[in-house]
């Protein structure tokens, strides 16, 4: 992947005019200053693609960006306390209705927690979601630039008490001031993408034997989670 030949494609305030997905899509997903924007910024070697903000809660609409063949959607940051009622309804609505979107081929959510912190009551409530949800997803612990050594040690003893599954759940420190994580994220991206394309395929397959299964009551096709060789929660139908 040319994670240099990325562009800015469209923007969407509201879910009615979010078009189905046309191909894999990889959204990042976190509260309100937690670095969301400078950390697309940063994998994708722009300075300022994705718009920074200096007052938090400014991105308030999911933004679009194309890269080789893939879409990734920087969701707008929940949790900025000082904002009405109504708009944080319009963000959890956003953000709710794009996850829950069956017509998204979601590849992978990258769920942002800063690492400094305990991760507040909004990611807790998002990392379960995505658990319950069966989506794939892992967590990049940011601004780990900010911790020193024995600081670090601590925070990821803490996060195992205070994230569910956390050792299950591949985790990245990243840093968009030292470059820590960049080339892990990347990675992640890539594997992702083409995973998320054989396992359709696969998929397809199987629908074909379920189909052709469909008399026999020992088919059972119900999805169910698992993790995967590569630390990935996956849903994966039994065969
Ligand atoms: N030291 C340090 N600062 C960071 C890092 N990542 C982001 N920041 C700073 O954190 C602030 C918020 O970053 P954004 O990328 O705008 O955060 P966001 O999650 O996109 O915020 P919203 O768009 O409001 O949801 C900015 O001042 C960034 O410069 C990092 O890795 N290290
Ligand atoms: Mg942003």
Redesign the pocket.
């Given at each position: 992947m040319n994670f240099s030949n990325a562009q800015f494609v469209t923007s969407f305030g509201k879910l009615s005019q979010l078009p189905p997905s046309d191909r894999p899509e990889i959204c990042f997903s976190g509260r309100?200053n937690v670095g969301?924007?400078?950390l697309?910024n940063k994998i994708l070697n722009r300075k300022s693609l994705?718009?920074?903000?200096s007052v938090p809660g400014?991105?308030v609409t999911i933004?679009f960006f194309s890269l080789d063949g893939i879409y990734l959607a920087?969701l707008?940051?929940y949790g900025y306390a000082k904002v009405s009622k109504g708009e944080k309804r319009a963000w959890s609505g956003l953000i709710g209705g794009y996850l829950a979107d069956e017509r998204r081929q979601l590849a992978l959510v990258i769920q942002l927690v800063d690492m400094r912190h305990a991760p507040s009551k909004d990611d807790l409530q998002m990392i379960n979601y995505l658990i319950d949800s069966e989506l794939p997803f892992i967590i990049v612990l940011t601004k780990a630039d900010k911790l020193n050594k024995s600081e670090r040690a601590s925070r990821m003893q803490a996060f195992t008490e205070e994230i569910p599954c956390f050792e299950d759940i591949v985790t990245v420190p990243f840093s968009a001031v030292t470059g820590e994580g960049v080339e892990e994220v990347r990675a992640i991206i890539e594997d992702a993408s083409a995973e998320f394309e054989a396992y359709e395929d696969e998929d397809e397959e199987a629908e074909d034997e379920f189909a052709e299964d469909i008399t026999d009551e020992s088919a059972d096709n119900a999805p169910r989670p698992c993790v995967d060789d590569s630390g990935f929660l996956i849903p994966r139908r039994d065969k």
């Amino acid at each position: 992947m040319n994670f240099s030949n990325a562009q800015f494609v469209t923007s969407f305030g509201k879910l009615s005019q979010l078009p189905p997905s046309d191909r894999p899509e990889i959204c990042f997903s976190g509260r309100s200053n937690v670095g969301k924007s400078t950390l697309i910024n940063k994998i994708l070697n722009r300075k300022s693609l994705a718009r920074v903000s200096s007052v938090p809660g400014k991105t308030v609409t999911i933004n679009f960006f194309s890269l080789d063949g893939i879409y990734l959607a920087d969701l707008p940051g929940y949790g900025y306390a000082k904002v009405s009622k109504g708009e944080k309804r319009a963000w959890s609505g956003l953000i709710g209705g794009y996850l829950a979107d069956e017509r998204r081929q979601l590849a992978l959510v990258i769920q942002l927690v800063d690492m400094r912190h305990a991760p507040s009551k909004d990611d807790l409530q998002m990392i379960n979601y995505l658990i319950d949800s069966e989506l794939p997803f892992i967590i990049v612990l940011t601004k780990a630039d900010k911790l020193n050594k024995s600081e670090r040690a601590s925070r990821m003893q803490a996060f195992t008490e205070e994230i569910p599954c956390f050792e299950d759940i591949v985790t990245v420190p990243f840093s968009a001031v030292t470059g820590e994580g960049v080339e892990e994220v990347r990675a992640i991206i890539e594997d992702a993408s083409a995973e998320f394309e054989a396992y359709e395929d696969e998929d397809e397959e199987a629908e074909d034997e379920f189909a052709e299964d469909i008399t026999d009551e020992s088919a059972d096709n119900a999805p169910r989670p698992c993790v995967d060789d590569s630390g990935f929660l996956i849903p994966r139908r039994d065969k």
